[in-house]
């Protein structure tokens, strides 16, 4: 099933990371499903 995020989490951690002056970098989590341990 494919993963979705509420738009409320995205809004809180934008301000988290505005708030703590941190930067935000692009990462690729598409095979990140495929290594996990279950």
Same mark, same amino acid.
């Given at each position: 099933?494919?993963? +979705? /995020? *509420?738009?409320?989490? !995205?809004? !809180?951690? #934008?301000? #988290? /990371?505005?708030?703590? &002056?941190? =930067? !935000? +970098?692009?990462? &690729? +989590? *598409?095979?990140? /499903?495929?290594?996990? =341990?279950?």
């Amino acid at each position: 099933f494919p993963h +979705v /995020v *509420k738009h409320s989490s !995205i809004r !809180i951690l #934008l301000a #988290l /990371v505005a708030l703590l &002056d941190m =930067e !935000i +970098v692009q990462m &690729d +989590v *598409k095979n990140g /499903v495929f290594y996990t =341990e279950t």
